[in-house]
């Protein structure tokens, strides 16, 4: 009998002190002696929360969907170019999208301790497509219109960036 795949239940206290200390500590010889938690917790974790969200957006008929393996942003900063040579991101990130099908949107979820977000929008929005967003935006909304998979997403850090609480980051029509 086959069992049904683990729910994203929220971040870890884990994971999110990871993190925290992975800014203090942005270094190839303390990322390297930590890598495999990061393996096993942090990006475990995360892909819970693709594979979930990803099947909310699916249920509510939302034209966002994504495999976790294309969704999830590494870790690994490019420093090629840049004047910050620290070598790691000290966020997660993932993107949902419709794969450039017509209403092309995406939906970004970017977990930081005390500055995670979640950003969406859509370039020439379908009629049906937007009755999903006609609501009012924010937190509250959004958990609504995604359902119980939202809930965790947006416990992420129990701190969602202020302007989407008040509602700065709504779907605009073309």
């Known amino acids: 009998m086959p069992t049904s795949p683990a729910k994203f239940t929220g971040f870890s206290a884990e994971t999110l002190r990871f993190l925290v ?4 500590n942005n270094r190839r010889e303390w990322f ?3 890598k495999a938690f990061y393996k096993e917790t942090v990006e ?4 819970l929360l693709v594979v979930s969200t990803s099947a909310a957006l699916a249920r509510k008929k939302i034209p966002l969907s994504t495999e976790p393996k294309k969704a999830i942003f590494r870790i ?3 420093t090629r170019f840049s004047a910050d040579k620290t070598p790691y991101k000290t966020n997660l990130g993932a993107v949902f999208n419709t794969g450039g099908k017509p209403g092309s949107g995406v939906l970004y ?9 979640t950003a969406i929008g859509f370039e020439s929005l379908r009629a049906r497509d937007s009755r999903a967003f006609e609501r009012p935006t924010g937190v509250a909304a959004t958990q609504r219109t995604l359902g119980a998979g939202a809930s965790s997403l947006f416990g992420l850090s129990r701190r969602v960036d202020s302007n ?6 709504e779907v605009r029509r073309r």
Not at 44 to 47: A, D, S, V
Request: charged letters at 45%.
């Open 21 to 24: 200390e992975l800014e203090k």
């Open 164 to 169: 989407l609480r008040q509602g700065v980051g």
């Open 44 to 47: 475990e974790e995360l892909r």
């Open 109 to 117: 979820v970017h977990v930081e301790p005390k500055a995670s977000f």
């Open 76 to 78: 690994y900063r490019d």
């Open 32 to 34: 390297n002696e930590r």
